[in-house]
């Protein structure tokens, strides 16, 4: 994977949309067909035959399977601050980055490659970090719960909001950081929870990314074989799945 994009995954513009109802998405039931509580993204990728394409949010493919990774539309602040005034407008999110080959691109909706990516295009990106709000932590048993973060980045006990329970815990990134979701495990099975220790996301899958898509897309990518990954948002409807 090419070294300037190995630890992105973000994404683009986003609708106020609905999935619509279906029996089954790539093998796996839709039990739930509501219509989402935050905004998803328009163009979501999906995996394919080793190779990944974009899907509009009512699963049909919009841009086909030609690329060794696809990201999602977004702004690229590197782009936006290239010395070459041309170059800005490619990072804006009318664009996405691809790789194909190990060489990274910017490509436009119609999955058009519009620029390659050359480092000394690139200007300097200064972000804010975030400090997450909440830690977990784990107990004698080996069991895992949540609690506030002290001034020293430690478990606050005095301010614990989920006691000791779970195998894992996982607090995942998000843009805001005082209502995060928790990626967890019991009975051996993947879930989500929030703070206050409600379930997101059922405890039946072989495993759930800790990446980005939660924080940029309000989406999460699950598993229920260990291989297939689809996207999942908070109320369990699928939008993409790769097979």
């Given at each position: 994977?090419?070294?300037?994009?190995?630890?992105?995954?973000?994404?683009?513009?986003?609708?106020?949309?609905?999935?619509?109802?279906?029996?089954?998405?790539?093998?796996?039931?839709?039990?739930?067909?509501?219509?989402?509580?935050?905004?998803?993204?328009?163009?979501?990728?999906?995996?394919?035959?080793?190779?990944?394409?974009?899907?509009?949010?009512?699963?049909?493919?919009?841009?086909?399977?030609?690329?060794?990774?696809?990201?999602?539309?977004?702004?690229?602040?590197?782009?936006?601050?290239?010395?070459?005034?041309?170059?800005?407008?490619?990072?804006?999110?009318?664009?996405?980055?691809?790789?194909?080959n190990g060489v990274a691109y910017r490509i436009n909706r119609e999955g058009k490659i519009v620029y390659r990516y050359r480092a000394y295009d690139?200007?300097?990106?200064?972000?804010?970090?975030?400090?997450?709000?909440?830690?977990?932590?784990?107990?004698?048993?080996?069991?895992?719960?949540?609690?506030?973060?002290?001034?020293?980045?430690?478990?606050?006990?005095?301010?614990?909001?989920?006691?000791?329970?779970?195998?894992?815990?996982?607090?995942?990134?998000?843009?805001?950081?005082?209502?995060?979701?928790?990626?967890?495990?019991?009975?051996?099975?993947?879930?989500?929870?929030?703070?206050?220790?409600?379930?997101?996301?059922?405890?039946?899958?072989?495993?759930?990314?800790?990446?980005?898509?939660?924080?940029?897309?309000?989406?999460?990518?699950?598993?229920?074989?260990?291989?297939?990954?689809?996207?999942?948002?908070k109320r369990s409807n699928i939008y993409s799945y790769s097979y």
């Amino acid at each position: 994977m090419n070294k300037f994009f190995s630890s992105l995954f973000t994404v683009a513009s986003f609708l106020w949309v609905y999935a619509g109802p279906a029996k089954e998405i790539g093998g796996f039931p839709v039990e739930k067909t509501m219509p989402p509580d935050k905004p998803i993204p328009e163009l979501i990728p999906f995996f394919k035959n080793g190779k990944f394409g974009y899907i509009n949010i009512f699963r049909k493919v919009v841009i086909p399977q030609k690329f060794d990774l696809a990201l999602f539309f977004k702004e690229d602040c590197n782009l936006l601050q290239a010395a070459d005034h041309r170059l800005r407008k490619f990072g804006s999110m009318d664009y996405a980055t691809v790789e194909i080959n190990g060489v990274a691109y910017r490509i436009n909706r119609e999955g058009k490659i519009v620029y390659r990516y050359r480092a000394y295009d690139l200007g300097r990106c200064i972000t804010e970090v975030q400090i997450p709000a909440y830690i977990t932590y784990e107990d004698m048993t080996g069991h895992y719960g949540l609690a506030k973060k002290d001034g020293l980045g430690l478990a606050d006990t005095s301010q614990v909001y989920i006691p000791a329970q779970y195998q894992y815990l996982y607090v995942m990134d998000s843009e805001d950081i005082d209502d995060p979701m928790i990626i967890a495990i019991r009975n051996n099975k993947y879930g989500v929870i929030d703070k206050h220790n409600n379930i997101v996301i059922d405890f039946k899958y072989e495993d759930i990314k800790k990446n980005l898509s939660w924080k940029e897309a309000h989406l999460f990518e699950v598993s229920k074989d260990g291989r297939r990954y689809f996207f999942m948002d908070k109320r369990s409807n699928i939008y993409s799945y790769s097979y």
